[in-house]
């Protein structure tokens, strides 16, 4: 397998979890033109951000996880913004998984969600253990997770192309013009995944470029037309999970991606805690696997904050602290960095402040969203 495909199949899978189940829900609620502005917009903000991360990295000869490149170069109080940031993105995926793993399992067996709580902690068991094995496990999981993900979606779109209704993408709805971006900035999220990228590319850093820009235009590319094959062949009758409005076969294709993303992000998170903050392995990995566990049994006995206005809160929070840290980061690393990088991003102080100004606004109008 080369380095090139697996860097990238792991980026991937990092992204291409939950969230994009949940694109064709809130594109629904705006309408197709507005969700593909937010597409194009989120892909080109999100992979430029991704690049400069990708060029700390480079820059900087240490090993570290995200909290460790804050603390080198935003000092203590970047570290704990980062480890907020991180942790809050990482555990509301790990619930918005758990939720949908266990609506989508307990639909493939009974035809029904009644038991979906009691199957999601069976899916969480289940990552929880092979959350353990580390690397090399996840370097040989995620590619052909991954690449029959990427298989299946192609599938939904040739099998639903012929029943799309031009009526269904057609429509706009002003008022639900902020919809769609924190679900989208979701699935777009793959910062923590950056420092497992640099330790599979090893010496040929050189490919880290190139690995970033695959990672991010395959992703866009299979929201695109997977938004328009369900959003057009469903209309109003989209589902917040997209593939249980599709039949079984295709709802193993949510089962599967938000399979290796889990586990992507689970060892992530577990590395940043061992590495950065010096916790034993399985004090990293506990921490990392109850969390979501405890949140996920609350939310669903309570019946509160469903599917989608997870992903759209911890998109919106956590994607908008972690964009504005790495553009802060950038900044000193392009002067502090000890190490010259194979590749470096023109960068501007103006960007920093428009980028600023629109994820507050982003929090803003979600925060409003929730009163």
């Keep these: 397998m080369s380095k090139t495909f697996a860097a990238s199949t792991t980026l991937i899978g990092t992204m291409f979890g939950a969230g994009y189940l949940g694109i064709p829900y809130v594109v629904m609620k705006s309408g197709f033109l507005i969700g593909l502005f937010y597409l194009l917009f989120v892909f080109s903000l999100l992979t430029l951000v991704m690049l400069y991360l990708g060029e700390i990295s480079l820059r900087t000869k240490t090993k570290h996880q995200l909290t460790g490149y804050a603390q080198k170069y935003l000092g203590k109080k970047g570290k704990i913004i980062m480890l907020i940031s991180l942790v809050f993105g990482i555990y509301s995926a790990f619930v918005a998984y758990l939720i949908a793993e266990g609506d989508s399992f307990s639909y493939m067996i009974f035809n029904n969600t009644s038991y979906s709580l009691y199957l999601g902690i069976v899916f969480w068991a289940f990552l929880s253990f092979l959350s353990w094995k580390g690397l ?39 008022g639900n013009f902020f919809v769609p971006f924190g679900v989208i900035i979701f699935s777009f999220l793959g910062f923590s995944a950056v420092p497992t990228v640099h330790d599979i ?41 997209a593939t ?14 938000m399979f290796t993303s889990y586990f992507s992000l689970s060892i992530a998170l577990i590395n940043n805690f061992r590495l950065d903050f010096g916790f034993s392995k399985f004090k990293s990995w506990l921490i990392t696997i109850s969390v979501p566990l405890v ?3 609350i939310l669903k006995i309570a019946n509160i904050a469903g599917f989608v206005k997870i992903l759209s809160f911890g998109g919106i929070i956590s994607g908008g602290l972690s964009v504005v840290l790495i553009l802060l980061m950038i900044s000193r690393a392009k002067i502090k960095g000890n190490r010259n990088p194979e590749y470096s991003i023109p960068y501007s102080k103006i960007l920093i402040w428009f980028l600023i100004l629109v994820f507050v606004l982003a929090v803003i109008m979600e925060v409003a969203g929730l009163v």
């Design 244 to 257: 249980l409005a599709l039949g079984k076969p295709f709802v193993l294709l949510g089962m599967i991606t």
């Design 295 to 297: 949140i996920f049994i």
């Design 201 to 241: 590319l090893g010496e040929e850093r050189k490919l880290l470029k190139k690995v970033i820009w695959i990672a991010h235009i395959i992703p866009l590319i299979i929201y695109i037309f997977f938004t328009l094959a369900v959003l057009g062949f469903k209309g109003m009758g989209t589902p917040e999970i």
């Design 136 to 174: 090399k496990a996840l370097e040989e999981g995620e590619s052909t997770g991954v690449t029959i993900a990427i298989i299946l979606a192609i599938l939904i779109v040739v099998f639903t192309w012929n029943k799309i209704d031009v009526n269904n993408l057609t429509y706009v709805n002003w």
